[in-house]
């Protein structure tokens, strides 16, 4: 039973419309990430939180944006969606141990 | 040059062979070793993780360590067709909360 949830699963949408994709995990994790995964591609991380109004860019350069206002909640925001966009957007949030817990991902396409 | 180089494969295996994944790393100071499963259109899930050299065993999974070489490993016994999916390795610091991931392996296991 997944205790990190994406929504939604998959997603077409026009170019240049607002998005916002939602991650919300039940688990009381202060870490939480956002990665990038192109089909039959690496991870890449796009933004991390460690808390409550904390938030970074990751290592790979996103025009997207997130939040954190609630230790439950890690929305991403693309402002103007591009075709460049379209890829798979996994969201995870790390406890005490040592691994992270993934959603199961949204699957972006922008036309 | 990466600091995590994992062959991408795809990687195809009778069912009930042996199978060795491998991962090697640069970064001396990474301390914490796991992999990851992937199936398709989902997000990762956990396998094993190790913080020492040697040996983990669970199950038909046994993940391989060494420090030394900057080389781990991933052996699946009797593989199965459910084993069929991407494996990630990924490896953390131990100061450092992001984890570096490796670009994943497909492996096809064929009845």
């Known amino acids: 039973e997944a205790d990190i949830y994406q929504t939604p699963r998959y997603l077409v949408i026009g170019t240049g419309k607002k998005i916002t994709l939602e991650c919300s995990q039940t688990m009381g994790h202060d870490k939480m990430y956002w990665y990038q995964q192109d089909p039959g591609m690496e991870l890449h991380l796009i933004h991390y939180?460690?808390?409550?109004?904390?938030?970074e860019k990751g290592d790979l350069s996103s025009e997207s944006t997130v939040s954190r206002i609630r230790t439950e909640h890690f929305p991403l925001t693309l402002e103007s969606a591009r075709p460049s966009h379209t890829s798979q957007y996994l969201c995870?949030?790390?406890?005490?141990?040592?691994?992270?817990?993934f959603g199961s991902g949204t699957r972006l396409t922008v036309v | 040059q990466k600091e995590v180089e994992q062959d991408p494969g795809p990687l195809s295996v009778p069912e009930g062979a042996i199978v060795s994944l491998n991962c090697t790393y640069s970064n001396s100071a990474f301390q914490y070793f796991m992999w990851y499963r992937q199936y398709s259109r989902k997000g990762p899930e956990l396998l094993m993780y190790t913080y020492s050299s040697g040996n983990k065993e669970d199950g038909r999974f046994t993940a391989q360590v060494d420090k030394s070489s900057k080389y781990i490993s991933l052996f699946i016994r009797d593989s199965q067709p459910s084993d069929s999916a991407t494996y990630l390795c990924a490896i953390l610091t131990g100061t450092a909360s992001k984890l570096t991931f490796g670009t994943g392996t497909r492996l096809q296991v064929t009845l």
């Open positions: 995870a949030s790390r406890g005490g141990t040592y691994g992270y817990t």
């Open positions: 939180s460690y808390g409550v109004n904390s938030t």
